[in-house]
């Protein structure tokens, strides 16, 4: 009986341990997803594609909100290059976490909502419709994963928030 109690305790002590361990990991994980997200929004704000596209992972899929899809990290800089010299130059970009998940300790799905600000009054494509301030809304869902390098995008996928549709503040 004594060593039942022994291996019991032991086992308790454990798994408190383990999972301590993997909460001050997850604190870490979080922050660092989340520096991404503040680096995304300062590169989106500056138009710098290559700094926007820099966590993207290699063979990462993304689907823009006009619904196309797109695989690998240099597709990813060039249409963001080209929309940041186009339509999306000059605007400014925030995002709200909606939820941050993660599902493995090397993968995280991360969704935000978007507001995108200070469009040119013209050249602004039809299929992009602004609410009642001028701003564009979408949801956007990145699912991270962790390498010996950090934290990557290996999906992106945004779609907007039609106009009319109930946004929290």
Same mark, same amino acid.
Request: overall charge positive; hydrophobic content about 40%; glycine content about 6%.
């Given at each position: 009986?004594?060593?039942?109690?022994?291996?019991?305790?032991?086992?308790?002590?454990?798994?408190?341990?383990?999972? $301590?361990?993997?909460?001050? &990991? $997850?604190?870490?994980?979080?922050? @660092?997803? %989340? @520096?991404?997200? &503040?680096?995304?929004? /300062?590169?989106?704000?500056?138009?710098?594609?290559?700094?926007?596209? &820099?966590?993207?992972?290699?063979? =990462?899929?993304?689907?823009?909100?006009?619904?196309?899809?797109? +695989?690998?990290?240099?597709?990813? !800089?060039?249409?963001?290059?080209?929309?940041? +010299?186009?339509?999306?130059?000059?605007?400014?970009? $925030? &995002? +709200?976490?909606?939820?941050?998940?993660?599902? %493995?300790?090397?993968?995280?799905?991360?969704? $935000? !909502?978007?507001?995108?600000?200070?469009?040119?009054?013209?050249?602004?494509?039809? %299929?992009? /419709? !602004?609410? @009642?301030?001028?701003?564009?809304?979408? %949801?956007?869902?990145?699912?991270? @994963?962790?390498?010996?390098?950090?934290?990557?995008?290996?999906?992106?996928?945004?779609?907007?928030?039609?106009? =009319?549709?109930?946004?929290?503040?």
């Amino acid at each position: 009986m004594k060593l039942y109690s022994v291996l019991n305790r032991t086992l308790v002590l454990t798994l408190i341990l383990k999972s $301590t361990i993997l909460l001050a &990991q $997850t604190e870490k994980d979080s922050v @660092a997803i %989340r @520096a991404i997200l &503040q680096q995304e929004n /300062q590169a989106w704000n500056k138009g710098d594609a290559p700094a926007y596209s &820099q966590p993207f992972s290699p063979d =990462g899929t993304f689907t823009n909100i006009a619904g196309m899809f797109f +695989k690998g990290y240099k597709a990813f !800089l060039d249409q963001h290059d080209v929309i940041f +010299k186009s339509f999306f130059k000059n605007t400014v970009l $925030t &995002q +709200k976490i909606v939820s941050l998940n993660f599902v %493995r300790s090397d993968v995280a799905i991360l969704e $935000t !909502l978007c507001q995108v600000s200070g469009f040119a009054k013209e050249g602004l494509p039809t %299929r992009l /419709q !602004l609410d @009642a301030k001028g701003q564009l809304n979408t %949801r956007l869902l990145q699912v991270f @994963a962790k390498d010996a390098s950090g934290w990557k995008i290996i999906s992106y996928h945004n779609v907007d928030v039609k106009p =009319g549709t109930p946004i929290p503040e």
